[in-house]
């Protein structure tokens, strides 16, 4: 890549991988401008160290303030936090848009580490309803149970779940994978529209109810599928993926892939067919 | 929302008054209208403890209308002569506030006839009778009502509470939970969700003889699983019939002189946390409410979809 400090504004955008031309016509399209670069980085995103290692106990904290010296101990260089004594309590860990090692010792309320954008977070519990809505990357790692809604709307990274998660899992879900090694509740992947959720235990009624796209991996028995759930062929491509990934969630190492129920959308919705041919393929 | 809380301990005895009220507090954030507690507590088991109120509190955002105290004594008074009518014999009464008052007496006799008769005073509604069930409610949060009902001492196996946001009737105690599983002694309901077969299953039930004290939509669980075991079921199969004879979103707990049960709608729309040991059992609207009692680590889930469970003492 060319040095980007020194380059031309149109090299430096090439290098990047992105246009520069400008198109007329009917095509409306936004460029990306390398001297508005400021504008891409994220606001109070910190240069951690992930070997800089400190504990936080949160005993007699509400969430805000303990949100906030989470944030604190970010800005001082923190790449590893340790958080002692979460007992249950809601919305911890949210809004981080930093990498970070997120460890915590005990289980979460609702909403623990919702709307994050790049941390590694490792629960040693169990968490509540709607972990991790709107992630849009990094990775999540539950020890125990979870609550419904386990990664409501995620549109990126990697949720996994060891044990077994309640009802709608995944719902409304816009990217990135979710991953339970127990069994799953009603609903799971309710009105999913990308990114793919992997069950290897048994999942509940009405299975992928709604959904417009992505695809869900079932190991055990299904309750019954949802309205334009549907049946697919599992490919190679589908095996060694999920091989890959079951490994990196350190989950199934003697789990038969192969053998797990592919669900996807059977797209007969009436939002399908009120869609132009064009707009069908824009859609999702 | 309302918060629900629920605990037995197998085998023993503990303070469920304070454990509950820990718990309840824990969940005041859902619901801070007001607070309830069934308690099922270490009496001698030979007379009925009858909890009853014959007025509403009128202070802490209570929507009720405002009385002069003075009719609280003459309903008390007319209570009073029902029970001499009825062959009740009051062993030892309490008056906890100008407005409920806690009796216990000898009685053998029909409970349901009892409570028509006591019931059709003005005003007057029996929240409970039982030999072990101690059923509270109030305005206020569980600590406010703890406070005034003196419960923190009471030692007993098993109790459920619900902290109450009122979304459906009024502020109020007779809209407020638990509900008395009225006219089978020590029967006790709370509830987190909303009832969308409310009227439908109400007409049928009073056309059946059933009575509601209030218009909340959690009574009716009280009454249609009464009115199951009146017709011979256990409890856990009027629960199990409820799943589908009840529409809307649910999450219950009914507990009995010996038994706690839970059950979860069909949607799994309302939250429950459940923690299982030998010797307890807790749940709770939020883990919070468990951790209340049990700060250390331990492993709790989430019941599924149209989930029944009952664990005896």
Same mark, same amino acid.
């Not at chain 1, 979460?86 to 580490?113: A, D, M, R, T, W």
């Not at chain 1, 309803?129 to 992630?135: L, T």
């Not at chain 2, 004290?213 to 256990?234: F, H, P, Q, W």
């Given at each position: 890549m060319a040095n980007l400090k020194t380059a031309e504004k149109k090299t430096k955008a090439q290098s990047m991988g992105l246009h520069t031309e400008v198109l007329t016509g009917k095509t409306q399209q936004k460029?990306?401008?390398? #001297?508005?670069?400021?504008?891409?980085?994220?606001?109070?995103?910190?240069d951690v160290d992930f070997n800089k290692r400190t504990d936080l106990d949160v005993k007699d904290m509400d969430c805000k303030e303990a949100n906030r010296r989470i944030d604190e101990l970010m800005s001082q260089g923190y790449g590893t936090i340790v958080i002692k004594n979460p007992q249950g309590k809601h919305s911890l860990g949210v809004g981080i848009l930093n990498k970070?090692?997120?460890?915590?010792?005990?289980?979460?309320?609702?909403?623990?580490?919702?709307?994050i954008d790049g941390p590694m977070v490792r629960v040693n519990g169990r968490v509540g309803w709607s972990c991790a809505e709107n992630m849009m990357a990094g990775k999540v790692v539950i020890e125990k149970n979870a609550g419904s809604c386990f990664g409501a709307a995620i549109r990126g990274g990697d949720l996994?779940?060891?044990?077994?998660?309640?009802?709608?899992?995944?719902?409304?879900?816009?990217?990135?994978?979710?991953?339970?090694?127990? #069994?799953?509740?009603?609903?799971?992947?309710?009105?999913?529209?990308?990114?793919?959720?992997?069950?290897?235990?048994?999942?509940?009624?009405?299975?992928? #109810?709604?959904?417009?796209?992505?695809?869900?991996?079932?190991?055990?028995?299904?309750?019954?599928?949802?309205?334009?759930?549907?049946?697919?062929?599992?490919?190679?491509? #589908?095996?060694?993926?999920?091989?890959?990934?079951?490994?990196?969630?350190?989950?199934?190492?003697?789990?038969?892939?192969?053998?797990?129920?592919?669900?996807?959308?059977?797209?007969?919705?009436?939002?399908?067919?009120?869609?132009?041919?064009?707009?069908?393929?824009?859609?999702? | 929302m309302c918060g629900i809380a629920g605990l037995i301990h197998r085998g023993k005895s503990s303070n469920v008054g304070s454990e509950l009220q820990l718990m309840l507090q824990a969940l005041k954030h859902r619901g801070p209208d007001s607070t309830g507690y069934a308690l099922y507590a270490e009496n001698d088991g030979k007379n009925f403890i009858m909890r009853f109120k014959v007025g509403e509190n009128v202070g802490e955002g209570s929507t009720s209308v405002n009385e002069d105290a003075s009719v609280y004594d003459k309903r008390k008074k007319l209570v009073d002569n029902m029970l001499s009518e009825l062959g009740a014999k009051v062993i030892k009464e309490d008056r906890l506030t100008p407005y409920s008052f806690r009796y216990e007496m000898e009685f053998n006799d029909d409970l349901?006839?009892?409570?028509?008769?006591?019931?059709? =005073?003005?005003?007057?509604?029996?929240?409970?009778?039982?030999?072990? *069930?101690?059923?509270?409610?109030? *305005?206020?949060?569980? +600590?406010?009502?703890?406070?005034?009902? $003196? *419960?923190?001492?009471?030692?007993?196996?098993?109790? =459920?509470?619900?902290?109450?946001?009122?979304?459906?009737? $009024? @502020?109020?105690?007779?809209? +407020?939970?638990? !509900?008395?599983? %009225?006219?089978?002694?020590?029967?006790?309901?709370?509830?987190?969700?909303?009832?969308?077969?409310?009227?439908?299953?109400?007409?049928?039930?009073?056309?059946? $003889?059933?009575?509601?004290?209030?218009?909340?939509?959690?009574?009716?669980?009280? @009454? %249609? *699983?009464?009115?199951?075991?009146?017709?011979?079921?256990?409890?856990?199969?009027?629960?199990k019939d409820s799943l589908t004879g009840l529409d809307g979103v649910f999450t219950y707990f009914? +507990?009995?002189?010996?038994?706690?049960?839970?059950?979860?709608?069909?949607?799994?729309?309302?939250?429950?946390?459940?923690?299982?040991?030998?010797?307890? @059992?807790?749940? $709770?609207?939020?883990?919070? +409410?468990?951790?209340? =009692?049990?700060?250390?680590?331990?492993?709790?889930?989430?019941? !599924?979809?149209?989930?029944?469970?009952?664990?005896? =003492?």
């Amino acid at each position: 890549m060319a040095n980007l400090k020194t380059a031309e504004k149109k090299t430096k955008a090439q290098s990047m991988g992105l246009h520069t031309e400008v198109l007329t016509g009917k095509t409306q399209q936004k460029f990306f401008n390398p #001297d508005e670069a400021e504008n891409f980085f994220y606001w109070g995103a910190y240069d951690v160290d992930f070997n800089k290692r400190t504990d936080l106990d949160v005993k007699d904290m509400d969430c805000k303030e303990a949100n906030r010296r989470i944030d604190e101990l970010m800005s001082q260089g923190y790449g590893t936090i340790v958080i002692k004594n979460p007992q249950g309590k809601h919305s911890l860990g949210v809004g981080i848009l930093n990498k970070l090692n997120l460890i915590f010792e005990g289980s979460l309320g609702y909403f623990g580490v919702g709307s994050i954008d790049g941390p590694m977070v490792r629960v040693n519990g169990r968490v509540g309803w709607s972990c991790a809505e709107n992630m849009m990357a990094g990775k999540v790692v539950i020890e125990k149970n979870a609550g419904s809604c386990f990664g409501a709307a995620i549109r990126g990274g990697d949720l996994i779940c060891k044990g077994s998660v309640g009802a709608r899992t995944g719902i409304d879900q816009k990217g990135g994978t979710i991953i339970v090694g127990g #069994d799953a509740g009603a609903f799971t992947g309710f009105m999913m529209q990308r990114g793919r959720i992997i069950i290897m235990g048994d999942v509940g009624i009405n299975l992928g #109810d709604s959904m417009y796209d992505g695809t869900i991996y079932v190991g055990g028995k299904i309750g019954s599928y949802g309205s334009d759930a549907i049946e697919s062929p599992m490919t190679k491509s #589908d095996i060694d993926w999920l091989k890959r990934k079951l490994k990196v969630a350190e989950l199934g190492e003697n789990f038969d892939v192969s053998k797990m129920t592919k669900v996807v959308a059977g797209k007969k919705l009436w939002n399908y067919d009120a869609l132009e041919p064009t707009e069908k393929k824009g859609a999702i | 929302m309302c918060g629900i809380a629920g605990l037995i301990h197998r085998g023993k005895s503990s303070n469920v008054g304070s454990e509950l009220q820990l718990m309840l507090q824990a969940l005041k954030h859902r619901g801070p209208d007001s607070t309830g507690y069934a308690l099922y507590a270490e009496n001698d088991g030979k007379n009925f403890i009858m909890r009853f109120k014959v007025g509403e509190n009128v202070g802490e955002g209570s929507t009720s209308v405002n009385e002069d105290a003075s009719v609280y004594d003459k309903r008390k008074k007319l209570v009073d002569n029902m029970l001499s009518e009825l062959g009740a014999k009051v062993i030892k009464e309490d008056r906890l506030t100008p407005y409920s008052f806690r009796y216990e007496m000898e009685f053998n006799d029909d409970l349901m006839e009892f409570s028509k008769k006591i019931e059709s =005073i003005e005003s007057v509604e029996i929240l409970s009778i039982g030999k072990s *069930l101690e059923l509270i409610k109030d *305005l206020g949060d569980a +600590a406010a009502v703890s406070e005034r009902y $003196g *419960l923190g001492e009471v030692k007993g196996t098993h109790a =459920i509470g619900h902290a109450r946001m009122a979304t459906e009737s $009024g @502020v109020d105690i007779k809209s +407020a939970h638990p !509900f008395w599983g %009225y006219p089978f002694s020590d029967v006790s309901v709370v509830h987190n969700g909303q009832l969308t077969n409310y009227w439908n299953n109400r007409r049928v039930l009073e056309n059946k $003889g059933m009575r509601f004290m209030s218009e909340c939509d959690s009574e009716l669980i009280a @009454v %249609y *699983l009464a009115e199951k075991m009146r017709n011979g079921a256990t409890l856990e199969e009027g629960m199990k019939d409820s799943l589908t004879g009840l529409d809307g979103v649910f999450t219950y707990f009914v +507990a009995t002189k010996d038994s706690l049960g839970m059950a979860k709608d069909t949607m799994a729309a309302k939250p429950l946390v459940l923690y299982e040991s030998d010797d307890l @059992v807790a749940m $709770g609207s939020e883990e919070i +409410a468990i951790r209340s =009692i049990l700060p250390q680590e331990i492993d709790t889930y989430d019941p !599924f979809d149209g989930e029944v469970k009952v664990w005896q =003492i």
